[in-house]
């Protein structure tokens, strides 16, 4: 609606406090406009407001959960806020299960393809075989890494309390992975390709760090 009628935000983050002005600043001319955008900024405040409920009560719910050591752990990483480390922890469930990473990946359906005919073989795009969940999740995750390494506020109180041998993990991945997304953009691989190719490896440093924690029985 808003570029409709030539009233674009142009600030560097969208929904964040800066842009929450700029909306609240928005009036139209005509009652029937104003109306229309009244009912636009209440829904997504409602929405909003849906969202702060829904999470404050998965937060009093991991307080007792079994997995709940593993979504603070899965915290600890670039990338994975609380509701993503729960959606982890809730489709993955304890990591112990993995018996090596690549059974992970492959779970995930972040392995390529591959087609064989007598003696040649060759790989092809991920199977995505796997939890769509999980693996979206991650993707969006890896998105966070084309920027450089280093200890973000959000971060760094995510990681308080934690076990250092976790967070040590959580840091790899960051020096790791950062440089990673950076060569390969370096080589002309297209965003979305190296985005799945930072998902993969950061499945491997999440079954890392999920296997440190210990399970309540």
Same mark, same amino acid.
């Given at each position: *609606?808003?570029?409709?009628? +030539?009233?674009?935000?142009?600030?560097?983050?969208?929904? +964040?406090?800066?842009? /929450?002005?700029?909306? @609240?600043?928005? @009036?139209?001319d005509h009652p029937a406009q104003q109306i229309a955008w009244a009912e636009y900024r209440s829904t997504v405040l409602e929405a909003g407001q849906r969202v702060d409920r829904i999470t404050q009560a998965l937060r009093e719910q991991v307080m007792d959960w079994r997995l709940g050591k593993l979504v603070q752990a899965l915290m600890c990483f670039k990338g994975i806020d609380f509701v993503a480390a729960v959606t982890l922890a809730a489709e993955l469930g304890d990591l112990h299960r993995f018996e090596h990473p690549k059974k992970l990946m492959a779970y995930l359906g972040l392995v390529p393809s591959e087609f064989s005919s007598g003696n040649s073989r060759s790989q092809g795009s991920i199977t995505k075989s796997g939890n769509s969940h999980v693996r979206r999740m991650l993707v969006e995750a890896a998105w966070c890494y084309r920027y450089s390494a280093r200890m973000?506020?959000?971060?760094?109180?995510?990681?308080?309390?934690?076990?250092?041998? %976790?967070?040590? %993990?959580?840091?790899?991945?960051?020096?790791?992975?950062?440089?990673?997304?950076?060569?390969?953009?370096?080589?002309? *691989?297209?965003?979305?390709?190296?985005? %799945? @190719?930072?998902?993969? /490896?950061?499945?491997?440093?999440?079954? /890392?760090?999920?296997?440190? %924690?210990?399970?309540?029985?």
């Open positions: *609606m808003l570029l409709r009628h +030539g009233k674009p935000y142009t600030g560097k983050t969208s929904w +964040g406090p800066t842009h /929450e002005k700029f909306l @609240a600043r928005i @009036a139209f973000s506020r959000p971060v760094t109180e995510r990681q308080e309390g934690q076990p250092r041998s %976790v967070c040590e %993990v959580a840091w790899r991945a960051q020096l790791r992975l950062c440089t990673r997304y950076r060569r390969l953009c370096a080589r002309g *691989m297209h965003s979305n390709k190296i985005c %799945v @190719a930072v998902a993969r /490896e950061l499945a491997a440093f999440l079954w /890392e760090a999920g296997r440190l %924690v210990d399970y309540p029985a």
